[in-house]
Structure formats: structure tokens, C-alpha cells
């Protein structure tokens, strides 16, 4: 009986053991969702520079001829085109909007014009009119950056501002239409400077060389007012002209101070799982 007892015991002191066993589970991780990587939107200064060759033309020029009560058209009137220069402060404002202050000078392009009418020595005559302009803009300009597709960012742009436009002085020469050889002394007309409104737009891609310097090729388009262009002098002048509409190839280099500035990562909190004893 003894012998009996001591083996149930035994036996119900293993069966507890197991089902001990049985009701401890050891904990399994709590999966760690990855925490997102926040990147900072491009933004903050930068500086550019620009060059350029700008096709010019001329939307005409007039003159009054004899006494202010009689004006007069140029029969003809071309503008060469000339290089550009300039550059310009601006804020990235984000990735898809970016605003500059740009000024850009626009190196000589010479005036080739002529005028029909009488002269002192004929009274069917033709001129020749010969004279040289420069320009200086100074544009409010902003951009619509297009997405960025590897490292080419393709975008699009308006201007407002104003235009100094500074002629030099304009030689006039008029022959006779029936002996071309026939022809009055050569005046000088003295030429004008002002200021006229300007609008530009703009298109074309950035190219990352580094991460805060960029290559931008672009086109602009210029449209300048018209204005005084010469003075009286022998019975003609003063004379206007009426603008000038500028196409521009453009290349040039942007540096963004903040351009290299690190992506901000959040400090990752991990769980600490249960431990059960």
C-alpha cells in the first residue's frame, strides 16, 4: 500500500510538470512597423548666372519729318542680334516653386534702317539710317519646376519689369532715288535713353551637377515697349521706336546654398516585449 501510494505521487507530480509545461508559452517579438523617412522639401537661397545669344526684332520705328505735325514711319527698320549676360538672386520655395530677381545686360546690336520722301536735293529720296542699341532688364521672374526625372528637372516661367534702352547717336543719309550718288550732307541725330516695361517667359531644364549646384539651358522671350529713340536735328526727328521682341538661347549655372543639406530621420521607438516568468 505503501509502495502504491508513493507511485501516484510520483505520477501526478510528472503530470503537473507537463501541463506547467503546457501553459508556458514563450512570448514571440512584437513586429516594429519601419518608421518613415522624412525628406525635407528643396528650399532657400540661391544664386545664378546666365549667357546668352539673343535673335532680335524690330517692331518698327517713326520719326517726325519737317515740323511735329508730320510723322512718318520707317520704311524699313532691322535689329542684329547680340549676346546677353546676367545674373540673379532667388528662393527655392519648395520642389515645384521657385522665384529670382535676375538683371541681364544685352551687349550692341546695330539698327539698319530707311525712309522714303523728299530731301534737299531731290523730291523722291531714300535714307539710309544707321545706329547701335544696348539694354539692361531687370526682371521679377517666377518658375514652375516640372517634376524631376533622374537628375533633369524640366520647368516653365513668366517675368515682369522694365528695360533701359540706350541708343547711340543715328547717322541719316538721304540720296536722290534717281541718282543714288546724289545725296545731302550725312546727319547726326543724338540718341535717347529710357526706361521701357518689359515681359518674359520662360522654358527649359535644370541638370544636377552636384546637390546644390544645377546647369539650366533654357529659351526666353523678351518683349520690350517702345520708346524716344533719337533727337531733332535738320528738320527731322525726334524719332521713336516701337519696340523690339528678343529670342533667347540661354545656359547658365544655379548654386543653392542648403542644396546638400541631409534628409531628417525620426528616432525609431522600439517596443519592449513581455517577459513571463
Same mark, same amino acid.
Given at each position: 500500500?505503501?509502495?502504491?501510494?508513493?507511485?501516484?505521487?510520483?505520477?501526478?507530480?510528472?503530470?503537473?510538470?507537463?501541463?506547467?509545461?503546457?501553459?508556458?508559452?514563450?512570448?514571440?517579438?512584437?513586429?516594429?512597423?519601419?518608421?518613415?523617412?522624412?525628406?525635407?522639401?528643396?528650399?532657400?537661397?540661391?544664386?545664378? /548666372? =546666365?549667357?546668352?545669344? @539673343?535673335?532680335?526684332? +524690330?517692331? !518698327?520705328?517713326?520719326?517726325?519729318?519737317? %515740323?511735329? &505735325?508730320?510723322? *512718318?514711319?520707317?520704311?524699313?527698320?532691322?535689329?542684329?542680334?547680340?549676346?546677353?549676360?546676367?545674373?540673379?538672386?532667388?528662393?527655392?520655395?519648395?520642389?515645384?516653386?521657385?522665384?529670382?530677381?535676375?538683371?541681364?545686360?544685352?551687349?550692341? /546690336? =546695330?539698327?539698319?534702317? @530707311?525712309?522714303?520722301? +523728299?530731301? !534737299?536735293?531731290?523730291?523722291?529720296?531714300? %535714307?539710309? &539710317?544707321?545706329? *547701335?542699341?544696348?539694354?539692361?532688364?531687370?526682371?521679377?521672374?517666377?518658375?514652375?519646376?516640372?517634376?524631376?526625372?533622374?537628375?533633369?528637372?524640366?520647368?516653365?516661367?513668366?517675368?515682369?519689369?522694365?528695360?533701359?534702352?540706350?541708343?547711340?547717336?543715328?547717322?541719316?543719309? @538721304?540720296?536722290?532715288?534717281?541718282?543714288?550718288?546724289?545725296?545731302?550732307?550725312?546727319?547726326?541725330?543724338?540718341?535717347?535713353?529710357?526706361?521701357?516695361?518689359?515681359?518674359?517667359?520662360?522654358?527649359?531644364?535644370?541638370?544636377?551637377?552636384?546637390?546644390?549646384?544645377?546647369?539650366?539651358?533654357?529659351?526666353?522671350?523678351?518683349?520690350v515697349e517702345g520708346g524716344r529713340m533719337f533727337n531733332y536735328q535738320a528738320n527731322g526727328g525726334p524719332g521713336y521706336d516701337k519696340g523690339f521682341d528678343a529670342h533667347e538661347g540661354r545656359v547658365g549655372l544655379r548654386y543653392i546654398f542648403s542644396g546638400c543639406e541631409q534628409p531628417y530621420m525620426p528616432p525609431v521607438d522600439v517596443p519592449v516585449a513581455p517577459v513571463y516568468k
Amino acid at each position: 500500500m505503501k509502495h502504491f501510494l508513493l507511485g501516484a505521487v510520483a505520477l501526478l507530480a510528472a503530470n503537473g510538470a507537463a501541463f506547467a509545461a503546457d501553459l508556458y508559452q514563450p512570448s514571440e517579438p512584437i513586429p516594429v512597423a519601419p518608421q518613415p523617412v522624412i525628406v525635407e522639401q528643396a528650399s532657400g537661397w540661391y544664386l545664378r /548666372g =546666365d549667357a546668352g545669344y @539673343s535673335f532680335n526684332r +524690330s517692331r !518698327g520705328a517713326w520719326f517726325f519729318q519737317g %515740323s511735329n &505735325d508730320t510723322e *512718318s514711319d520707317f520704311t524699313t527698320s532691322g535689329l542684329r542680334n547680340s549676346f546677353t549676360l546676367g545674373g540673379g538672386v532667388g528662393y527655392q520655395v519648395n520642389n515645384y516653386l521657385r522665384t529670382d530677381v535676375t538683371l541681364d545686360y544685352m551687349f550692341k /546690336g =546695330d539698327f539698319d534702317g @530707311s525712309t522714303r520722301g +523728299s530731301c !534737299g536735293v531731290a523730291g523722291a529720296c531714300t %535714307s539710309t &539710317d544707321i545706329a *547701335s542699341m544696348n539694354a539692361l532688364s531687370l526682371l521679377a521672374n517666377a518658375y514652375v519646376d516640372l517634376g524631376t526625372y533622374g537628375s533633369i528637372t524640366p520647368y516653365v516661367g513668366g517675368g515682369l519689369g522694365g528695360t533701359y534702352v540706350k541708343w547711340g547717336d543715328l547717322s541719316n543719309t @538721304s540720296c536722290s532715288d534717281a541718282n543714288p550718288g546724289n545725296c545731302d550732307p550725312t546727319q547726326t541725330h543724338g540718341g535717347e535713353g529710357n526706361w521701357r516695361f518689359t515681359y518674359a517667359l520662360m522654358a527649359g531644364a535644370s541638370v544636377d551637377l552636384t546637390c546644390n549646384l544645377k546647369a539650366d539651358v533654357g529659351y526666353r522671350y523678351r518683349h520690350v515697349e517702345g520708346g524716344r529713340m533719337f533727337n531733332y536735328q535738320a528738320n527731322g526727328g525726334p524719332g521713336y521706336d516701337k519696340g523690339f521682341d528678343a529670342h533667347e538661347g540661354r545656359v547658365g549655372l544655379r548654386y543653392i546654398f542648403s542644396g546638400c543639406e541631409q534628409p531628417y530621420m525620426p528616432p525609431v521607438d522600439v517596443p519592449v516585449a513581455p517577459v513571463y516568468k
